[in-house]
């Protein structure tokens, strides 16, 4: 089975860094992708890692540690609008050759001045 | 920058009449996917579709559910006779296949369509 863990909920201040943790357990890896989603809103991507490391992407960054089953989504400079859900979903690829992506619970994000 | 669209945006129907939610993939994109978000709970796979075909479907896709590319540009999701626990937004996401190191592309998700039972 697969299974995705973040945390639930989490606050931080304008302006500052943080960062959300998202650890895993799956067969058949294929990539970790982070999705920011706005209440009533659609998923939107934000970044992928498929290989260990750090990706850069403008304020937001991804790292990955396959060994670890590990990645984690750093905000830079937050911002009021970087309130929201932050939904890590690993990517498998099945024996019928398919993709698939597996989301986790999300971490809701609330930004104060 | 293309997108995904979905309609219709709000869909409310009694139970167990038949729905069909449309989507229209991004036009160079050859993988599709039907996923549902119960309200607050987290985004649940449903099923994916390649090459004209289902690829791979979750527990939850029963007999209840099929999908359809009629055309070559709508994918549909029908759901046969609706329960009151089929309420929830329907999102339709699509990605297309690149021969780079990073092989298949991120899912890009529509808006969705938020189903109420009655």
């Known amino acids: 089975g697969q299974n995705i863990d973040q945390p639930t909920e989490m606050t931080a201040t304008e302006g500052a860094i943080v960062q959300i943790n998202c650890t895993y357990q799956?067969?058949?890896?294929?990539?970790l992708f982070w999705y920011q989603q706005h209440a009533g809103e659609a998923p939107t991507f934000l970044s992928y890692?498929?290989?260990?490391g750090l990706e850069e992407k403008g304020r937001f960054s991804s790292f990955l540690s396959r060994s670890k089953g590990y990645s984690y989504l750093l905000l830079k400079e937050l911002q009021m609008k970087d309130s929201a859900s932050y939904l890590c979903?690993?990517?498998?690829?099945?024996?019928?050759?398919?993709?698939?992506?597996?989301f986790g619970k999300g971490t809701k994000l609330s930004v104060i001045p | 920058e293309p997108e995904v669209t979905q309609t219709p945006s709000h869909q409310v129907t009694q139970m167990g009449q038949e729905v069909i939610l449309r989507c229209v993939p991004i036009?160079?994109?050859?993988?599709f996917y039907w996923y549902r978000q119960i309200l607050g709970q987290k985004v649940e796979f449903l099923v994916s579709?390649?090459?004209?075909?289902?690829?791979?479907k979750s527990e939850i896709f029963d007999d209840q559910f099929s999908v359809e590319r009629p055309d070559g540009s709508n994918f549909t999701l029908k759901i046969r006779s609706t329960k009151l626990e089929d309420s929830a937004m329907y999102f339709c996401?699509?990605?297309?296949?690149?021969?780079?190191?990073?092989?298949?592309?991120?899912?890009?998700f529509g808006d969705g369509t938020r189903l109420s039972i009655l």
């Open positions: 996401a699509s990605s297309s296949y690149m021969l780079t190191r990073d092989g298949n592309q991120p899912q890009h």
């Open positions: 979903a690993v990517r498998r690829l099945s024996g019928a050759g398919s993709y698939q992506l597996t």
């Open positions: 036009s160079n994109h050859l993988y």
């Open positions: 579709f390649y090459n004209n075909e289902i690829s791979e």
């Open positions: 799956t067969s058949g890896f294929n990539g």
């Open positions: 890692n498929v290989l260990d």
